[in-house]
């Protein structure tokens, strides 16, 4: 199977067929993404559009220099902030049963599958409290946490993708997880248990 990075260089080459099969394996990712980051499909669906859109049309500048996962999320998030920008952005009301396009709703990509049973009430309230405590990270903190704890970006990937140094990745993420720690102790133990098994999310070997 060809590379991200292959199958760039024969679409900058004239092989449209090429960009064809980029977005076959992105879209769902993105849209992913986007949904994260907004709660809105359909928000998550334009921008998605428009991230494919920018990627058509500086084809020609592409250099194969980074892994194409870190070129393809940095160019949606600057697609997210300019969509923040714009002013274009009011959250929806949220159904936790909704399937993304990963085939999870949002209550089971959010949450971290736990090994014993919980309470199922417990377990939503704790999701609608994650959501709105990633919901008042500051911009930069929420990138980081989303590319690394929902993405599965690895800090120097999140570096590249926000163009910062791994340190700075590392303090914000330190940040990030202990704002949310603070903000989720109205579920006691059990958002302490998921949290703790995240680890802060995946540093390199």
Known sequence: MKTDAELMLEFKGGDASAF?????????????YF????????????LTQEVFIKV????QSYEPR???ATY????ARNCWIDHLRRGKHRRKDLSLDAETDDEFSLYDS?????????DVARKHEFV????????????????????????????????????????????????????????????EKLGEEILESQGGGTEDE
């Not at 058509?56 to 084809?59: G, L, N, P, V």
């Open 128 to 187: 609608e409290h994650l959501i709105e405590a990633i919901d008042s990270l500051p911009e930069q903190q929420k990138s980081c946490f989303i590319l690394s704890e929902i993405r599965n970006m690895n800090y120097s990937e999140v570096a590249e993708t926000l163009e910062i140094p791994v340190g700075t990745v590392k303090s914000r993420m330190h940040n990030a997880l202990k704002k949310l720690r603070n903000m989720l102790v109205r579920t």
């Open 72 to 75: 393809i999320y940095r160019i």
């Open 56 to 59: 058509y049309t500086h084809a």
């Open 66 to 68: 980074a892994k194409f």
């Open 110 to 118: 959010v949450t971290v599958q736990a090994d014993s049973p919980i």
């Open 35 to 46: 949904y994260r980051m907004l709660w809105d499909r359909a928000s998550a669906e334009d």
């Open 20 to 32: 064809d099969k980029l977005v076959k394996r992105h879209e769902v990712g993105l849209i992913n």
